[in-house]
């Protein structure tokens, strides 16, 4: 194979979801038809990457300039419930189920010592520093329902115990049901997700 389409199959190969076959059938595909299929995914692709970045507040995808993201500014979300994901990509996945209307916060991972991110790596005190600021009196907890995802939600329980809210510590749940066991948010349907969410319990 040609050195330019083998570095190609190998970089789509790198990405969720493609294996090493189903990368080749992609670059492929690309290659037959620049004009229709690979000029506009070069475009999309630098377009993404100069004008897409993460929101400073909740962490979630925004487009440069828009600081803080619409998900954090729009007055029509519950300001009372924040929900904790690992990844942007889970905001994405539940604000497609239509369930879920309050802020989100970012932790940017989840705990793993395999993968060497510990609990300093996580965006746990920014959390706490915005259910103070701005009256969280509820965290739901959507992370992953692998063993890391339970011993990152774990972790969050604890170091938010006793936290004080305006009256009282602040309510930590969880998803409920519907997520297969080692699963991530982000490859969840939207009906599991919403039903996840409307039947969410305490932690």
């Known amino acids: 194979m040609l ?21 080749g059938r992609a670059a492929l595909a690309l290659l037959r038809e620049p004009d229709r299929l690979l000029e ?19 962490g979630a995808f925004t ?18 419930l924040v929900c904790v994901v690992e990844d942007p990509a889970d905001i994405v996945a539940i604000e497609a189920s239509g369930a879920f209307k309050g802020r989100y916060h970012v932790l940017g991972g989840k705990l793993s010592p395999a993968h060497h991110m510990g609990p300093e790596r996580l965006r746990l005190g920014a959390l706490k520093e915005r259910i103070a600021a701005e009256g969280f009196t509820e965290v739901l907890l959507a992370v992953s329902t692998d063993m890391e995802g339970d011993a990152t939600a774990g972790y969050v329980v604890e170091f938010l115990a006793g936290h004080p809210s305006a009256d009282q510590p602040v309510k930590v749940t969880r998803l409920a049901f519907g997520l297969p066991a080692d699963s991530g948010v982000a490859y969840s349907d939207p009906l599991t997700l919403r039903r996840a969410i409307v039947h969410r319990c305490p932690q």
Request: aromatic fraction near 2%; charge should be positive; include cysteine.
């Open 3 to 23: 050195a330019p389409i083998e570095d190609l199959v190998r970089n789509l190969a790198r990405l969720p979801g493609f294996g090493r076959r189903s990368a």
């Open 40 to 58: 506009p995914l070069v475009l999309a692709l630098r377009t993404a990457r100069d004008s897409v970045v993460c929101c400073p507040r909740c």
């Open 63 to 80: 487009v440069a300039g828009q600081s803080p993201c619409s998900l954090c500014t729009d007055p029509l979300r519950d300001g009372s």
